[in-house]
């Protein structure tokens, strides 16, 4: 699977995940109702994979201009810190006003988010590229052919 039906089902698949992750934490470390924090959670969720098809569609524009197109761990580490790391400063605003709390206190939380979502995306990817295969950008480019 290739294109963009690959990272549709991507973001789906990974958003849907982290809801269902995140939902209960978020109840439970604020004390609000199921029903509350799974609203935030969605709405993190409708913003991260905002973030998701923009940040992956930039991270497949610099693979396929890389002379070693190989994901490899490091790669996928990058791949990782970038996304995470972006989304941590797009959603922190988004998470103090939501909860009523400060900045400082919703970047506490934020990060915690990103601790989690760090080793939640290494897995989710690699587990993805398993089932899917990786995308274009990661393949070995193939040798012009000659007549």
Known sequence: MQGAPRKILQAVLYEAGGVLFVAPALALIYGQGMGYSTL????????????????????????????????????RLLHALGFEGGLTLILTPVIAAWLGISLWLALVTNLGLFVFFFFYSLVFQWAFDRVFDVPLSAQPARPLETN
């Open 40 to 75: 935030l959670s969605l709405v993190i969720s409708v913003v991260a994979l905002a973030w998701n098809m923009l940040f992956n569609g930039l991270f497949e524009w610099w693979e396929r201009r890389q002379h070693n197109r190989h994901r490899s761990w490091r790669r």
